[in-house]
């Protein structure tokens, strides 16, 4: 079949068309594109391709793209024509286009197959693994060969053996034809032996008759005809190869023989199901899909499926508008679309929340503290004695090829007017330096309790720190700027996003922060200068109103917590600036202006829509989870409804359907980030500083919330993702934290978990408690003594005494400064922290609580159990928690858990090692399992049983995994 490009125009129907714009370009012609197209925009209209060149005899097809540049051009929904004269027009009608594309005809000997009538059918299937698209198969798109997943793909993966994917239609077609592009990633996925196909005959699939074809070649797409059949549906049965791989397609066409519907009911999409607080808006935003094509002017109706209360659209008739609620419930909204001929629906689900306390909950900033739980001061004793120093030692490397304290250096030397030189490093290499700097000076504030490796370790910390302060302050500009890549190569300010300078300017704000509460709020030096960067940021993005937001969320939490910090400790109202700063920057995120501006606005960022129309975890997740912390940041401090209900919205998603047991996100199917709801595969991503990340969220929502639920997430990140990224001696790190495998490194090329993670673990106090200006929350249960300032006029002093989580019982000393009357709230532990995984049995609430020895009952809120009270120095709350050996399964959504189970023992999620059993072994539903204590790796409970083999099954704690060679698993069989 020969097929060549020749000279086309472009007009349209004498119809009122709003905005009809064309353009001509003329190309060289030839075998391959780009040929001579047309581009235009039509909104509602018919249009008319017209050439003046065509060959009588010769066949015809309208082809489109997005633009010149494109490599793979589409089939036009319209049919082919045989041109009787030199002039051929092809009709594009019903208004169905896409708001630009260009066309082009291509020339062929041979009459083409039909319209792609698989565009507009519903696709099903026996299996799809949850991390794939079972819709990529019919959405259009030629795939550049086998392994282009790039648009998505169907695959089966872990099922073997016969599997079938159908097409659905809501009213019959007629075809003879189809073509199958199969998939192949040579990971599991790979080519059938043989498919067959079926056809929906009223009462059954039958075989369709005389198949000719039915091939099973990569790379291309493989053509089968057979006996034409009209039909509501057809069934594409796939078998899988000798070797048991699994299979998936990229594209499966199906094309009209004659005789199919010309227009097929729309496919309507309501959005993303989200939460909303009452008061605020939801913003809703449909899809209507015709005939495979966007109609992008459908009549549409939103209205009320169910829920009570009243519901007010801002424009019940729009695509895209507002909902408000009058009361908390779960709502259902329908929107309706009309394509002239026919009405379909689609659904979103909206839980309407009340809105958080009017006053949020303040963090406790770190003080001098001590850690007594075994657990915590062995591993915070190595991380301090080994892994920062290791950290500074390799960014004293002025040589190290990753980015170091040089760049500070040089770019000090060029503000003084001295020679220097540009390091060829990262945009964002300056984080590695200032993450270090403030888990040095949290770490300074860690109590050595006289062990003279820890004494020594802090020793150094101050005398790097006096080293690396002024050098990091002399490459601050004038005016408070610093971002040592821009001012090296002189490139201009918040030109590109794409350059971290709110990455790095956000850590150096923390740094400083943390440097300030190290000195007893003494020593200024730092804290002054990141006021300046502050005040840098103010006066040339919000006071110009300039159009900005960075690539990279971190600046907008670091502007909260600097305006915070000033409104408690310099009077209320002095950072108010900074937090209405890092309002702006975030209410530019998304919107049209500023993704024109700066060239942006996909989900990899967060910038696919405006901050308050964000409800799904999607993109980079370590970018996500800053912005999202950042988000309810804001939300605090300013009252915003929709942010909060925003921030409400991705919280959930994110915990109920991407969340995984270990604490971590992102399942790295998207670049470093998200995939898709209920998709958890274990060869995760999990990146360790999405994990601290995650925490920072959870903590800023259990502030606005002070619910226990988001203290219990706290737990099962810090414990499990956070703590286990290092390895048992504290020399390496994970950098993916995956659920299978993975492999922890010294140092990497892009070593940015490696001082988030130290800076974290040493903020413990932070995540230890909360306050108000009446009350001291107590979220986690850890060995310790911390000093809590502010409490109706006194500090007082909690000290806890616990080997939590070896064993069950917590005493908590309370001493106030002076006797007064405030409310202290305990966490009620409650293990089943996410809809996505059921532990069994259930072990939730204590066993008891005694005050100063006499057993209590007190009133549960929110998950705290409150005790009010006028507090003298010496009062003691006993605690015991119910501690068992708990069984976690999976939710039927996560199909990469099927058939297996977890291992819980209080806060901690267990591994199966090599080092201790065979791989692969089947635990029983119903086998014993016992704890005991291990003097392994610092000393922990390790998990017992018996396998159904008979062999001895030994779990350990998921932080402690890998430190002994071979594999580990989190999630093991049980049938």
């Known amino acids: 079949m020969g097929i060549s490009v020749i000279q086309s125009v472009v007009t349209r129907r004498e119809l009122p068309v709003a905005g009809l714009l064309f353009a001509f370009a003329i190309l060289h012609a030839g075998a391959q594109p780009p040929p001579l197209v047309a581009q235009g925009e039509v909104r509602g209209a018919d249009m008319l391709i017209t050439s003046t060149n065509t060959v009588p005899g010769k066949w015809y097809q309208a082809q489109w793209a997005a633009s010149l540049e494109a490599t793979n051009w589409q089939l036009a929904l319209l049919p ?49 693994s949850s991390w794939e698209t079972l819709s990529a198969v019919n959405d259009g798109y030629v795939p550049i060969n086998s392994a282009d997943h ?37 990971q599991g996925i790979y080519a059938p032996a043989s498919c067959s196909l079926q056809y929906w005959d009223g009462t059954g699939f039958v075989p369709v008759g005389h198949p000719s074809g039915l091939g099973v070649t990569l790379n291309q797409l493989n053509t ?48 993303i199901d989200r939460d909303v607080i009452v008061g605020g808006n939801t913003y809703l935003s449909g899809l209507v899909q015709d005939d495979g094509d966007v109609f992008t002017n459908p009549v549409v109706t939103w209205s009320v499926l169910s829920g009570t209360g009243m519901v007010t659209f801002g424009n019940s008739n729009a695509l895209n508008t507002t909902a408000s609620f009058s009361a908390p419930g779960a709502f259902a909204l329908q929107l309706a679309a009309y394509d002239g001929q026919y009405t379909s629906t689609g659904t979103v689900n909206v839980v309407v929340a009340p809105a958080p306390p009017v006053t949020h909950l303040l963090p406790v900033y770190v003080a001098p503290y001590t850690i007594s739980s075994p657990l915590w001061r062995y591993r915070l004793n190595r991380t301090l004695t080994n892994w920062i120093p290791q950290l500074y030692a390799q960014l004293n490397n002025t040589n190290l090829a990753q980015g170091n304290i040089n760049s500070f250096i040089q770019a000090g030397n060029k503000l003084a007017g001295r020679a220097c030189t540009v390091p060829a490093v990262d945009p964002w290499a300056d984080a590695y330096t200032l993450n270090t700097v403030e888990a040095m000076c949290y770490a300074l504030m860690y109590d050595a309790q006289g062990d003279p490796a820890v004494l020594a370790a802090q020793n150094t910390f101050r005398t790097n720190l006096n080293y690396w302060i002024p050098i990091i302050l002399g490459a601050q500009e004038s005016d408070g700027y610093l971002h040592t890549y821009t001012t090296l190569r002189s490139l201009p300010r918040w030109s ?14 923390e740094a400083a922060l943390a440097h300030y509460l190290m000195t007893g709020r003494t020593d200024p030096t730092l804290y002054n200068a990141a006021k300046k960067v502050a005040d840098c940021w103010y006066n040339n993005l919000y006071v110009p109103r300039k159009l900005w937001f960075d690539g990279h969320e971190n600046m907008e939490q670091a502007l909260v917590h600097l305006g915070r910090f000033m409104n408690e400790y310099e009077g209320a109202g002095t950072g108010q600036k900074y937090i209405t700063l890092a309002k702006y920057l975030m209410d ?54 929709d942010y909060q209900s925003a921030a409400l919205s991705l919280g ?74 290092l390895d048992d001696a504290a020399a390496s790190i994970f950098y993916p934290n995956p659920l299978t495998g993975g492999a922890r490194a010294s140092w990497t090329g892009v070593p940015c978990c490696y001082g988030n993670a130290a800076r974290t673990l040493f903020e413990l106090p932070t995540w230890i408690y909360a306050r108000s200006s009446n009350s001291i929350y107590v979220n986690l249960f850890i060995g310790s003594t911390v000093t809590i300032t502010g409490i109706s006029g006194t500090s007082v002093q909690m000290i806890q005494t616990t080997t939590y989580p070896w064993t069950n019982h917590v005493s908590i000393v309370v001493n106030p400064a002076t006797t007064t009357n405030y409310t202290l709230y305990i966490r009620v532990p409650n293990r089943t922290w996410s809809k996505l995984y059921a532990p069994t049995p259930a072990v939730n609430g204590f066993t008891s609580v005694q005050l100063n020895g006499v057993p209590i009952s007190p009133v549960i809120t929110n998950g705290y159990a409150a005790i009010t009270r006028t507090w003298t120095a010496g009062d003691t709350i006993e605690l015991v928690l119910p501690m068992t050996v708990q069984r976690i399964k999976a939710s039927s959504k996560v199909a990469a858990d099927a058939g297996l189970v977890a291992l819980q023992y209080g806060p901690l999620i267990y591994n199966i090692e090599s080092a201790d059993q065979n791989p692969g072994l089947v635990l029983g539903p119903a086998a014993p399992l016992s704890v005991q204590y291990t003097n392994l790796l610092g000393g922990f409970m390790e998990i017992t049983g018996t396998w159904t083999n008979g062999a001895t099954l030994t779990a350990i704690p998921n932080y402690a995994r890998l430190n002994r060679g071979g594999s580990s698993d989190v999630w093991l069989r049980d049938q």
């Open 496 to 509: 590109n996003n794409s350059l971290h300078e709110g990455y790095v300017g956000g850590y150096f704000i």
């Open 80 to 128: 082919a024509q045989r041109a009787t004269d030199v002039t051929t027009t092809l009709v594009l009608s019903n208004g169905a286009t896409a708001p630009q594309r260009f066309y082009r005809l291509q020339q062929m000997d041979l009459p083409p197959a039909g319209r792609n009538v698989a565009m507009a059918a519903t696709p099903q299937t026996s299996y799809v």
């Open 150 to 186: 790039s648009h998505g793909a169907y695959g089966n993966w872990p099922q073997t053996g016969w599997q079938w994917v159908e097409y659905d239609w809501p009213l019959p077609i007629n075809t003879d034809m189809i073509d199958v592009y199969w998939w192949q990633d040579n």
């Open 588 to 641: 530019a995120r998304g919107t049209s202006a500023a993704n024109a501006a700066l060239g942006d606005g996909g989900t990899y960022d967060q910038s696919q829509a405006p901050v308050i129309e964000q409800y799904e975890a999607v993109g980079h997740a370590v970018r996500a989870l800053y912005l999202y912390s950042g988000i309810e940041d804001v939300a605090m401090e300013t009252g915003n409804v």
């Open 224 to 271: 089968t005809t057979f006996d034409a059949v009209t039909t509501t549906r057809l069934r594409l049965l796939i078998q899988s190869d000798t070797a048991g791989h699994s299979t998936g397609i990229l594209q499966w066409r199906v094309y009209d023989a004659g005789g199919s519907p010309t227009n097929f009911p729309p496919v309507v999409n309501a959005g």
């Open 652 to 725: 959930d998603n994110l915990v109920n359907k991407k969340y995984y047991v270990t604490g971590g996100v992102g399942s790295g199917e998207t670049s470093e980030g998200f995939g898709g709801n209920y998709s958890l595969p274990n060869n995760s991503y999990c990146e360790t500083c999405a994990g601290c990340g995650t925490l920072f969220f959870f903590h800023k929502l259990n502030l606005a919330y002070q619910d226990a639920g988001y203290a219990d997430l706290m737990e099962n990140a810090l414990y499990n993702e956070i703590l286990g990224s």
